[in-house]
């Protein structure tokens, strides 16, 4: 366990510009992963009452 940390310290945080560029990558892609999961999961707890669902809102009627 004591070298795994003595890795990353060794690579993350021995130097302060790798640590903040870690730590703003780590959280903008996390918040990107978060947003995507919560998408999804709302989508498939709402499906049949979403306006895109509904088959008469938002077409234009087909000319035949």
């Known amino acids: ?3 795994a940390l003595d890795g990353f310290y060794r690579l993350i945080m ?3 510009s790798v640590y903040v ?3 703003i990558a780590g959280a903008f892609f ?3 992963a978060v947003d995507y999961g919560v ?3 709302w989508e498939s707890k709402n499906v049949g009452k979403r306006y895109e ?3 008469v809102l938002g077409q234009r009627p087909i000319e035949e």
């Open 53 to 55: 669902d509904i088959s």
């Open 39 to 41: 998408h999804k999961l």
């Open 14 to 16: 021995r130097r302060n």
């Open 21 to 23: 560029s870690f730590i």
């Open 1 to 3: 366990m004591g070298s």
């Open 30 to 32: 996390g918040e990107r």
